[in-house]
């Protein structure tokens, strides 16, 4: 019998068909080099943040004579993750006309030629510039590598390598501190070598990685159904800004949420009495631990990560009060853990939910948005602390405040689910 179903509407005049789906295999050798390659070079802009963290204060000291330097060098550690924040939606653009592939080798390439600029460079200066030009090749190779995962990868397999960037970038924070340490030790110039590690990324990267077309490239919204029309072939219409707004807003405070542990952990303990630095690490590495136990809780979830938001943002809150009233370092370590576990679901939750949102020819542009919204919460993290400590009085309050800003998060994330759901309820018969 003939099939009543209408048949499928003919593309728009001009306008080439969408092709079928045809993802990349997701098993053998080159499956596995291609995950490795990118899971490394997003592993590139967290060496740039935490690897010369250990030879600040050596670095103070040799620049003791230098005007201004109590202030270029910290500079020198938190001016790439501002340019990485302002840069990657441009970077976005450039991934979007050149080509994910090229444009990632080029910058891996020139993230050896600046990380090592130090090595020879005597003006602070010009090395604080040169970490600068780290955070434009950062801002790259962290916007290509999300898009190729994006390209690659469509559904769970996808949100399963999103999370699984989260567990890499989380556990080599802690790896990267410890070897910037050791290299520091033979002067405060030695860490700055280990950049050179991108030389050997990029050939691989060349070889290992395929280039991305519209047939590894799922549409918006669509899981594995359909796949996206390459931006030659796709009607000129404008990017959907609006689309993104909401979620990169929610990033510059998700990113708050994340680096609070981080950046301030040393000094509550502190606060608490304890100054012992093998403690204060000790503490640091559970806390990581408990961020990179909740990218592996999140891989293993079923179903869009959307309706669970509000009860991570309320995981965080919980912690952040814990860590507020806790007067021990037991305590505190256990806010902590709590909390980062409700980050380790917290920031693949955020993205894959900004890379449904995308088409192919959108995705470099909107993977750029959302990177700078992230690095650019990371960057004012410190600064928002600091000003809510003195307006709380310490910093133990600043963290409730926060707490608090998070679970009021929570509760407007879970109304305004509750509204769609029922606006997308079916009428009762």
Not at 91 to 113: E, F, P, Q, S
Not at 339 to 368: E, Q, V, Y
Request: aromatic share 6%; proline share 8%.
């Amino acid at each position: 019998m003939p099939s009543s179903a209408p048949p499928p509407p003919s593309p728009p005049t001009g306008v080439a068909p969408v092709p079928p789906v045809a993802t990349l295999p997701t098993s053998g050798a080159a499956h596995r080099l291609r995950v490795a390659l990118l899971m490394a070079g997003s592993c590139l802009p967290i060496l740039g943040a935490v690897l010369i963290a250990p030879v600040l204060p050596k670095m103070q000291d040799h620049f003791a004579d230098v005007p201004g330097a109590a202030a270029l060098v910290p500079m020198a550690l938190t001016v790439p993750a501002l340019a990485l924040g302002l840069l990657a939606p441009f970077a976005g653009v450039i991934v979007d006309r050149l080509g994910r592939k090229r444009l990632l080798i080029v910058a891996t390439v020139l993230y050896a030629v600046f990380g090592t600029a130090p090595l020879w460079l005597e003006s602070l200066g010009a090395i604080v510039a040169s970490r600068a030009l780290v955070g434009l090749a950062e801002a790259a190779i962290m916007t290509c590598c999300t898009t190729l995962i994006g390209d690659y990868y469509t559904g769970r397999v996808r949100d399963r390598y999103l999370a699984l960037q989260t567990m890499c970038a989380s556990a080599s924070a802690t790896a990267f501190f410890a070897i910037g340490g050791a290299a520091g030790s033979a002067g405060w110039r030695t860490p700055f070598w280990i950049y050179a590690v991108s030389l050997l990324i990029a050939p691989l990267m060349a070889i290992g990685l395929p280039k991305p077309t519209t047939a590894t490239g799922a549409t918006a919204e669509d899981g594995d159904a359909t796949d996206a029309m390459d931006a030659t072939v796709t009607p000129k219409r404008p990017f959907p800004f609006r689309r993104l707004a909401g979620i990169c807003g929610l990033t510059v405070f998700g990113a708050l949420v994340f680096y609070t542990v981080p950046v301030e952990m040393s000094f509550l303990l502190d606060d608490l009495g304890v100054t012992a630095t093998s403690v204060i690490g000790a503490a640091t590495a559970i806390a990581s631990a408990a961020t990179v136990a909740g990218a592996i809780i999140f891989a293993k979830l079923r179903g869009a990560p959307g309706p669970r938001l509000p009860l991570v943002f309320a995981l965080c809150a919980a912690g952040f009060a814990v860590m507020w009233l806790a007067n021990s370092a037991p305590l505190l370590i256990a806010g902590a853990v709590l909390n980062c576990l409700g980050t380790g679901l917290l920031l693949p939750s955020l993205l894959t939910i900004a890379m449904s949102k995308l088409d192919f020819a959108d995705r470099g542009r909107g993977t750029g948005l959302w990177t700078a919204s992230f690095f650019i919460g990371q960057f004012i993290c410190p600064l928002v602390l600091i000003a809510a400590a003195s307006a709380v009085g310490t910093l133990a309050a600043a963290v409730g405040l926060l707490g608090l800003s998070s679970a009021v998060v929570a509760a407007g994330l879970f109304l305004t689910t509750r509204r769609r759901a029922a606006a997308v309820a079916p009428l009762p018969q």
